[in-house]
């Protein structure tokens, strides 16, 4: 009988552990194709960078700013017509997926528009000087010379978007959430809350530390 | 060293404009740079020479005048042909700028790859460029494991990977200590022999000009000031400028305002007869010498002395009739000297 309920117990932690994860890893994933370009065009096309258009910079930013700036459990509430749209329900992981990715692409767009603005300009500038194109300069210089950078942007936006991603719980997202809010929150069972919350914690500080060491490994300057 | 053209500026203007101002970096340049040569521009900080070499391959373009490469009119290219000069350009800069997270071998086959050279054929002629520059053991080092003057080798052999006909040199060796500057001067200017390129070298040292340079420009206020052989311009600097880089240190002479004093200039002839002395000697009359400044350039000294005179009239005829006699070059400085 104890037994069974540590069982179910566990079970829920897993299937909450395997939620979460899915969710963060799955929106970084398609919110990383979005904003990595994103935030390449916002550098590239800045009136310093390598080919400007101004007002395109400006629109892009603003659009950026803009969804930035709406806090996640509105915009969770608010995308939910679009997410049934596109999955078809507003309910479990998958739904919940939309959102992230909406408010996590112009989030890493930033963090890769900062990365690749501490690329030295002497080096685009010696690029330039042998010809290349601004293609070329974005994929052989930009994007290479940033990626200690930018490994340890994607980290930050990874623990970020696991942090979003437990406030789905509100929605009936799932995840490690989910189990907080509704044990937790609803049921005062502070000793689940605690564990999910302890589970959430040692997820951060894996997803911290790997990139870190992919990070170093990864840079030639040290 | 021929004398056909490989670099021709003509009525070249820079003008920055930003909202509430204007300012003119470069104004009416026009520089004639010939194959096989050695070119120094030199100038001050802020007189224009930056943004003059950022113009000779496009990086800054000019707002009126042209610049000819090799026959070809840059303002007139397309885009892709630009790139392609460009190509035919190499350029080293101050601080190197090599690719931090490419080691040096990948770092020399970078232009290649742009050029769209297969990776096996690039990597060969990078490791035929380190043997040049004299880092063959280093291929793997990534530049933050390399000295200055290695790092400076690796970028002067990237500049060279696509057989480029001219050389700009950005101010190469001003992050340099002078012994590692000498070593990369001698570099470029056993590829300058060795390969026949076109070396522009821009820097605000006249020692580089003097140890290195056939010819030179000198660049003050967005102007050219004065061009010609470095021999020529050491001995008998003409504008303002040119007084102020090879006499520098003038300013000290200012304290003896009100004094008779003159300039004597050793042009390599008689710098190797003790002028001084047997001026001294002959006139009987005693000089004070308030500043001397001489060089060795090509196993000739030049150079300048400026001595004070005596008040008194008859010694002081007697002196610059001596100078007329031994045809001893010299010039009366009446206040500040330049």
């Not at chain 1, 970084?28 to 065009?41: D, H, N, Q, T």
């Not at chain 1, 992230?100 to 030295?120: G, N, Q, T």
């Not at chain 2, 001294?280 to 500043?291: A, D, H, S, W």
Request: with cysteine; hydrophobic share 45%.
């Amino acid at each position: 009988m104890w037994d069974d309920g540590i069982m179910k117990f566990a079970q829920m932690m897993g299937t909450g552990i395997l939620e979460s994860l899915y969710m963060t890893l799955f929106s970084s994933l398609i919110a990383y194709v979005i904003g990595l370009p994103l935030g390449v065009l916002l550098v590239v096309t800045d009136k310093d960078g390598i080919a400007p258009l101004v007002w395109f910079n400006k629109v892009i930013g603003v659009i950026v700013n803009l969804i930035r700036s709406v806090p996640f459990v509105i915009l969770l509430i608010s995308v939910m017509p679009l997410t049934r749209a596109i999955i078809g329900t507003t309910l479990g992981s998958t739904a919940v997926v939309i959102p992230l990715i909406i408010a996590s692409a112009p989030y890493i767009a930033r963090l890769v528009e900062s990365s690749l603005k501490e690329v030295d300009k002497g080096v685009i500038e010696a690029a330039q000087s042998m010809g290349a194109t601004p293609f070329q300069i974005i994929f052989k210089v930009l994007i290479p010379e940033a990626m200690p950078s930018l490994i340890i942007g994607s980290a930050i936006a990874v623990t970020t978007i696991l942090s979003y991603s437990a406030m789905s719980g509100f929605v009936g997202g799932g995840g490690l959430g989910d189990i907080a809010i509704r044990y937790g929150y609803y049921r005062y069972e502070t000793g689940t809350m605690l564990v999910t919350v302890a589970i959430l914690v040692l997820i951060v500080q894996v997803f911290q530390e790997l990139g870190t060491m992919w990070m170093k490994r990864s840079d030639k300057r040290l | 060293m021929n004398d056909k053209p490989i670099v021709t500026l003509v009525g070249l203007g820079k003008v920055f404009e930003s909202k509430n101002n204007k300012v003119k970096a470069l104004e009416d340049i026009n520089l004639t740079i010939n194959q096989g040569e050695i070119f120094g521009i030199i100038g001050l900080s802020g007189a224009g020479k930056s943004t003059l070499v950022r113009c000779i391959n496009f990086l800054e373009r000019p707002t009126s005048g042209s610049v000819i490469f090799d026959g070809a009119d840059l303002g007139k290219l397309k885009e892709s042909e630009l790139l392609k000069a460009r190509q035919s350009m190499g350029m080293i800069f101050q601080q190197f700028n090599l690719l931090m997270q490419r080691n040096a071998l990948q770092n020399i086959c970078f232009p290649l790859e742009l050029a769209g050279i297969p990776k096996k054929e690039a990597k060969m002629r990078a490791s035929e460029l380190l043997e040049i520059v004299g880092l063959s053991d280093k291929a793997k080092a990534y530049p933050a494991q390399l000295s200055g003057g290695q790092k400076q080798r690796i970028a002067i052999a990237r500049a060279l990977a696509t057989n480029p006909k001219v050389l700009l040199c950005d101010e190469a060796t001003s992050a340099l200590d002078p012994t590692t500057t000498r070593s990369i001067l001698n570099l470029l200017k056993e590829i300058n022999q060795r390969l026949g390129i076109t070396v522009i070298v821009i820097t605000h040292e006249m020692s580089v000009i003097e140890e290195i340079c056939n010819r030179v420009a000198i660049i003050d206020q967005s102007h050219i000031a004065e061009v010609g052989d470095v021999e020529e311009v050491f001995v008998r600097p003409q504008s303002k400028i040119a007084k102020q880089l090879v006499f520098s240190g003038d300013s000290h002479i200012e304290h003896f305002v009100g004094e008779y004093k003159c300039r004597i200039i050793f042009d390599g002839r008689t710098s190797f007869e003790p002028v001084i002395a047997n001026m001294v000697l002959e006139c009987k009359t005693p000089v004070n010498i308030l500043f001397a400044d001489t060089k060795d350039i090509d196993g000739k000294a030049f150079g300048q002395m400026v001595i004070q005179l005596p008040n008194e009239e008859t010694g002081r005829k007697r002196i610059m009739n001596y100078l007329n006699m031994n045809q001893i070059p010299y010039e009366e400085v009446k206040d500040y000297v330049g």
